[in-house]
């Protein structure tokens, strides 16, 4: 009998680094980074030591969700120490690049650039690493699950076709990649006018909860168009920080507890 090959063995975990969860979205504006720092910081209060790697390279949001500001220090020239905020410890290529510097990088730039922030940022001790993704499925998508072991990705999406024909996409590439997918987000799902408390339905409603039935994956939550998460993550202080006791807060809390 010929001596049996190994199992290819899978991407490494990263020292340190006890959970690594992608947060991900088919399209761009969906809120994927409004829900990344809220349950960043939604789990920092339940206790649990936090990072956030913001990887959305196009559209790097975090240091302003989590009010943080200025360059990333590196003393010793070859690591790099990340800011923290809210309890969370963050690091994003917004920081390396000036506010209004668009990012036009080549897929190689791209991943040197994740690879970077996966193992020369000290993380020190951390139980999770969320990842805030770029929308789409592209090279960072690839590149993160290729180098570290992703436990699981978080889906956001809103109600609309469109947003949920690209959810579908992403989710499929995570399975081609054997990143578990631990559920999905509905996003701006209604809207009550803060007038007359009348409630509309602007980009459709259900829509994530049948799909995600018919994928066989949980919804995590289902949060709606709300001036006062926008305005809190404007702030840089994520509505689960700025007003924990909210209902609005709670949807946040729900996918914290369910992780
Ligand atoms: P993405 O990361 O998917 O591109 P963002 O989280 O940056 O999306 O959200 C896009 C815009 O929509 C931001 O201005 C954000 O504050 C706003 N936003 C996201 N989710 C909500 C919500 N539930 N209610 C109100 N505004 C929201």
Known sequence: ??????????????????HIIAVASGK??????????NLACALAQRGRRVGLLDADVYGPSQPR????????ASPDGKTILPLRNHGVTM??????????????????????????????????ALDVLLVDLP????????????????DGAVIVSTPQDVALLDARK?????????????????NMS???????????????????????AKLGVPLLA????????RLASDGGAPIVVSDPDSARAAAFGTVADAL
């Open 190 to 212: 209604t809207h009550i006018c803060t007038n007359c408390g009348h409630e509309e339905h602007v980009f459709g409603h259900g829509g994530v909860a049948s799909e995600a």
């Open 170 to 186: 992403g989710i499929d590439m995570f399975k081609q990649l054997n990143v578990p997918i631990l559920g999905m987000i509905e």
């Open 65 to 72: 969700m989590l009010g943080v500001s200025g360059r990333p």
């Open 222 to 229: 289902e949060i709606p168009l709300d001036l006062q998460i």
């Open 91 to 124: 690091m994003s290529l917004g920081l390396m690049t000036n506010d209004d510097q668009a990012v036009v990088w080549r897929g190689p730039m791209l991943m040197g650039a994740l690879q970077q922030m996966l193992s020369q940022v000290q993380w020190g």
């Open 1 to 18: 009998l010929k001596p049996q090959k190994p199992e290819p063995k899978g991407p490494e975990r990263i020292p340190g680094i006890a």
């Open 135 to 150: 929308p789409g499925t592209g090279d960072v998508q690839m590149t993160l699950a290729q180098k570290a072991h992703v």
């Open 28 to 37: 761009g504006g969906v809120g994927k980074s409004t829900v990344a720092s």
